[in-house]
């Protein structure tokens, strides 16, 4: 499910149309897009970072949704030049639609430090994406 025909009841702070996916920003969460055949490498994944900190801020408390709509290519090793920038996901949410996409997950859970869960349904995928951060200011209250 495309996230323009879902029900999502968060509002939308930005969209950005890029040549390889779309990425739509809510205010604790980035759900992502990607085109067909394309291979999402570590160079398109820091154009992403880059639209992120000039929208959340130096230290953003995000998670990223993959809606994986489309069959595309991706580096697994590359979350190691991720982690090691010392970028910072609270966790990611896959979303498949097909069993090679929900194989590629496990692949995925070995190269990214975070917590990392796999779904079938956008949607629940976003509140769990939503309650993670919620949840993690909640305790920030608390330190």
């Not at 205010?27 to 990607?34: K, L, R, V």
């Not at 154009?47 to 709509?69: D, K, W």
């Not at 796999?118 to 209250?141: C, G, M, P, Q, Y």
């Amino acid at each position: 499910m495309l996230v323009i025909e879902s029900e999502l009841n968060f509002e939308l702070e930005n969209v950005f149309i890029l040549e390889f996916g779309t990425f739509y920003f809510f205010e604790n969460f980035i759900i992502s897009e990607i085109n067909k055949e394309v291979l999402f490498n570590w160079e398109l994944a820091e154009t992403v970072i880059n639209l992120a900190y000039e929208h959340y801020g130096e230290n953003p408390n995000i998670a990223y949704v993959s809606n994986r709509i489309h069959n595309y290519s991706f580096v697994p090793q590359d979350w190691l030049k991720f982690f090691s920038a010392r970028h910072v996901l609270k966790g990611m949410a896959v979303v498949t639609y097909t069993k090679e996409s929900a194989v590629n997950v496990v692949l995925e859970k070995l190269f990214f430090s975070s917590r990392l869960k796999k779904f079938t349904n956008l949607v629940e995928a976003a509140n769990w994406a939503n309650a993670l951060i919620v949840s993690s200011k909640d305790d920030s209250l608390y330190l």
